[in-house]
Structures are given as C-alpha cells and as structure tokens.
C-alpha cells in the first residue's frame, strides 16, 4: 500500500477525531512523519475535497466528509495497490504462454486492484474514528 494513501487515512481520521482545526505540525506529530510531507498530502486532500485548510493562528486543517469511504479516498487519489513494474513475456514470441502472459497479468493485476478497491467500501473516515477511540484496532 502506497504511504501517501496511509497518511492521508491517518490525516482524516486524527481531523475526524479533533473535530475541528488542526496544524500541519501537531498533525505531523500524530503521523509520525514530518510537516512537509503532511503539507504535501494535505494538499492532495484539499485538492479532492476532502479537507479544507485556513490560514492563522486558529488555522491548520480540517476534514469536509467524514462519513466517506477509504473506496472514496483511494479513487479521489488514484491510488492503485496492486501493480508490477515486471511482466514476462512478449507478445512477439511465437508460444502462446510467452506472448500471452502480459495480457493476462495485466488482467489480472486490474481485478485484484478493483477488489481491494470494492473492499474499502467497508470503511468509513469517522467509523475508523470510532473503532480507534474504543480502543478497537480489528
């Protein structure tokens, strides 16, 4: 899973739980990362709707939707989980499993990525809030 996707999991459910404004330093903090890289991926939420910022000293970032899902987040971010930077293969062979391989794992490689995306339909931003605060992590 990429870690721009888990950041911005970790993002909208801490802005979710705070409720309100939060700075990219204290969000940082959270994640365990830096403020650049929080900044970055905040933009990419900003950019997509799913957080909004204000400047000042009662300024940082805050969550829009709540209630979306991670299949909402990850398509909003195109976020793919599973590819390959490898095929065998080459549809210029003369067998049929050499110039055939690509094509399928290609397919394939699609349908895997579509079922983890169908998947995270199960998920919702303030519904990770819930579970966490109670404690619950499964």
Do not use: W
């Not at 993002?11 to 330093?25: A, N």
């Not at 990362?33 to 905040?42: A, I, Q, S, W, Y």
């Not at 969550?63 to 793919?80: E, F, G, R």
């Not at 065998?88 to 983890?116: H, R, V, W, Y």
Request: proline share 2%.
């Amino acid at each position: 899973m990429k870690s721009d996707f888990l950041i911005s999991i970790h993002s909208l459910v801490y802005l979710c739980h705070k409720g309100g404004f939060v700075s990219s330093q204290e969000l940082a903090d959270n994640i365990c990362t830096t403020g650049p890289m929080v900044r970055k991926n905040m933009l990419r939420l900003i950019r997509t709707g799913f957080a909004e910022s204000r400047n000042g000293v009662e300024g940082g970032y805050r969550i829009l939707h709540p209630d979306a899902t991670l299949k909402d987040l990850a398509k909003a971010l195109n976020i793919s989980f599973v590819s390959s930077d490898y095929m065998t293969g080459s549809m210029d062979k003369d067998c049929l499993i050499a110039s055939n391989m690509g094509p399928f794992m290609d397919s394939l490689l699609q349908k895997l990525n579509q079922e983890c995306i169908d998947r995270l339909s199960e998920y919702t931003i303030s519904g990770i809030n819930e579970r966490l605060s109670k404690g619950a992590v499964k």
